[in-house]
Each structure stands twice: as structure tokens, then as C-alpha cells.
């Protein structure tokens, strides 16, 4: 195979721009600033970047990453991403192949990624917006439950078996809560599917919301129990910190060329990978890798978090010590009062097409959050946020998922859309597993749906992204 030469973007946590690293196994530095690889080698050309204040990596536990490699380095198998998906991946080959060296290459942080970034939801129920009963078909939705709900429990194990209590999992469900009228008939169409599908569920109408959740602002929500809530950041450090000993993981190792005949090689900043079989599970930057181009969509949406709640305002705005609320409406806001006592709010999108935070994004949407937060909680306008950060999803059109091979000795789970803590942990799993030669009936169900499917090319792709954006965004009303 043969890969044309690309700009290639490059860095951690930096401002993103064109630029040059990762000459390792490059001949030379041409004259236009791009490494020099023989044909054979195909430079990826967007390399991780998240923006540098994601409130539960820096309100969790200080861990000292694992170091860099340095120099070159041989397996049988290389897992590249540190997020729910490569963590789960790793850990499963090394227990399914225990006399064999798993390699887990991690181009910035663990917990710092959107793995650490995101709302923290383990949601076991599956809700199709496609169907008028956000069910759709059954058979796929108990397949869909099922998958959800092994990477709860994987998850749920693993925070037993290690301790890791400041991942501060906890078993209280979730509120879908709504104002509009849209959102209103979204519970009800809801709860019919979840009733077919024989998931127990329960309307809270409005004047019983501020017990539950300390704001007056909804009209009515669906509570389904099996949700569990996380501390995102601290529960990957914990799975990253308990890796079997043939595990292997090397942090802040961005790979920056990839060769796949004869062997698959991986390059990075000062040395090469050689690898018997690779695992991608780098989520959207796996079409860097030279598949699925444009299948999978770095959307990015965005979080903010504010100081602890003093017990004053606590008394003040009241209900349960510990929630989560998600939307009725997708480009609503969501919402949840930590065990910490701070509340957290998410909402809005960009699409950031090379996959890299875009400078100014998090103050822009900072604005947002304030006013979705003064809307729920007018008591609170004195408490502020103490950090606002954004991370990138991998959406597909069909919402489906990539799982399974991609070329010789070259495989995938990529592309979890908005549900990647409990899909990635169990699909990660399944590929390991499936690896091993042990199948499963999820595996069959995994191998069988379509995969991601085909969008447009740029500049229409981008063009029509940012249209369906902009008007779900300035639809949501006062969902947002
Ligand atoms: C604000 C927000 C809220 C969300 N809320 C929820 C929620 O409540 N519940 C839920 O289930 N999901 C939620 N999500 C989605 C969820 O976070 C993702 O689906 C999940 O992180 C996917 O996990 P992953 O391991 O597949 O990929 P990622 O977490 O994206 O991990 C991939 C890793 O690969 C690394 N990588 C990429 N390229 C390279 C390279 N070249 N070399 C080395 N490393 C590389 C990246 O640094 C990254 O850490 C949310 C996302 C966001 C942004």
C-alpha cells in the first residue's frame, strides 16, 4: 500500500497548527517541514491535542504517568489509545495471552484524553433517536442493553476488585429531564419503548423535581435506575494504574508514521514499534491511520465545572447529594452534582474536523454554560465555574461503530459516539476476547451490523456538520 504525503498536525495539550515531529525513521526533513518517509510509510496527519483544563483530571488524584518510550521497542501485540476502549483491549489480551507482552501506547495522558473528559454517564439503556420510540427495533436494543450493560459491570468489577473508590462510582440512575414541549413528548414516546423492552422506568413530574435534583427549572423526567455515575478521569487513572504485569504502557507517545508490510511498524518521537498484531482503539483518529476516511467525526462538545457548593448553598437549592440529568432533546444541556459537591454542566458542539481542540473554543462555550446554569440554578449566580474544557466524540452517521479487522494483523474498535465509557470498555473486551479465538453472542451482533457509513467529502462534509450544528444547537431552546 501506498500513502501520499499530508500536512501532519502535531502535539499535546499544545495550540494546534501545522508543524514537524516524529523524524524518527524519516531520512530527512524536507524543505517544506514534513518528515521524509519512503512510500511504504504513512505519516499520520492529526496527532491527539485536548485543551489543558479538564476539571476531573485536575480535580482527581495526581498520578505520575508511565514515561515515554524511548527508543525502539518489539511485541507480539500493540493496543494504540489510553482511553476506556485501549484500556479494556489491553487488559483482556494480557489475561487471554498471558505469556505474551502487550504494548499500550497512549499519545497523551491517561484521564486526560475524552476517556477523562466526558460526562461520566455508565448508561445501560439503549435510546435510539432515529425511532419514534427511541427503542426501534428490539432485537437490536437488547443486543445494544446487553453490551451496555457488560461494560457496566467489567467496569463495575474492576472498581471492586482494585478499590478504586475515587472513581466514586455509584449506582443512582439517571434523570431525562425536559422543558419544552419536544423534550416532553420525548419522555413519553421513551418510556413506552423502555416498557416494551421490560425496563423499569419512572415519571418524576415537575413539582417533585427539586427534591430530586435542588431546580425547579424542568417540567417532567424519566428516571431509569441502572444508569451508575463516575468520576471519568479518576476511574482511568485507576484502570491504567492496575494493568496486568505483561501490560506494558507507555504515556505522552504519540505515533506519528505507521508501516503495516511486512510487519507492522510504529514510529514515534524517538524510536519505532514493531508489532506482531495492532489494536486500534484511538477512536476517531483511527481514519488517521488510513481507514474509514471521514466515517468517523471528531464532533466536539464541551463541559464546565464549577467550585464545591459551600453547605449554605447546598441547603439552598437542596435535593439529593449525588445526580445526573441528561436531555431530552440531544443538544440539550447536561447536568450533575458531583460527590464533591460542585455541579457540572455540558452542552453545545463544533466539529473540530482534524480531531484537535481549536484555541478560544472553551471560553466561547464557558458563556453558555453560564446561562444554561443560571437558568436551572438562579440561586446561584455568585458560584462560578473553575473550569471549562471541550473532547472530541467520534460520531457516526448511523451511529454504529467499527469492530473487528481491518487489515492483515490489524484490528479495530472504533467510533463509540456519545456512550464510549461502557461500549468501548465491553467492545475492547470482546475484541480480545475474540482474538483469543472465544466468541460470544455479542461478538456475532458486534461483526454483524453495518459499518460506519460513508459521508460526503470536504468541503461539503464540514459545510453540512456545522449547518446540522448550528440549527440543533438554536432548536434546543430552553433544553439548552
Ligand atoms: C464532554 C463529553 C461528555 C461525554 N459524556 C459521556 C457520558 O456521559 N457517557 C459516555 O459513555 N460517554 C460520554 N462521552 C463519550 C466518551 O467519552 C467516548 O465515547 C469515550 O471516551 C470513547 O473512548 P475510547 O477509548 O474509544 O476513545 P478515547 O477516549 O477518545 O481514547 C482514545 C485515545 O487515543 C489516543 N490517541 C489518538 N491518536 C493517537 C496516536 N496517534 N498515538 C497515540 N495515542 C493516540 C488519544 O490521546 C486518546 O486518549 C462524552 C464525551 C465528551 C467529550
Redesign the pocket.
Known sequence: MEFSRRKVLIGTGAVAGAGVIGTAGASAILSDGLPKYPDSVLP?DA??S?DPTPGWFHTSRKREPKAPLIGDAHARWAV????????AAARQLALNFPNDTVLL????Q?G????G???????DVPHDISAPDYIGDQKIARHVLNLNQTGQKILFDLVEKYKIEDAQLRHVGKYQAAVEDEGLHVLDAYRGGLEKLGQHCEIIEGKDLPSHIGTSFYKKALHTPGTMLVQ?SALVKGLADNLPENVILYED????AIEYEPKVVLHHASGKITADKLVL?????GT?FGFMPGRILPM????SLTRPLTAEEQARIGGKDFWGVIPADPFGT?CRRTHDNRLFI?NSFTFNADGRYKPGATERFRKAHRLSFERRFPSLTDVGFEYT??????MTRNGNSFFGQLRKNVYG??G?????????TAM?TLLADWLAGKRHELTDFLLSVDKPNINPPEPFLSMGVNFTLRRGMANAGLEA
Open positions: 499520520i496527532l491527539p485536548d494504540i489509545g489510553g482511553g476506556f476502549t485501549g484500556l501506547i497512549e499519545g497523551q491517561v486526560f484524553g475524552t476517556s473528559r466526558n460526562a461520566g454517564f455508565l448508561i471519568p507517545t504519540p505515533i506519528t482503539a484511538n477512536n476517531h483518529f488517521h466536539f462538545t464541551y463541559g447536561t455540558r474544557w471541550g473532547g472530541g466524540l467520534g474498535s472504533l463509540c459516539n456519545g456512550l464510549g465509557t461502557v461500549r468501548g475492547g
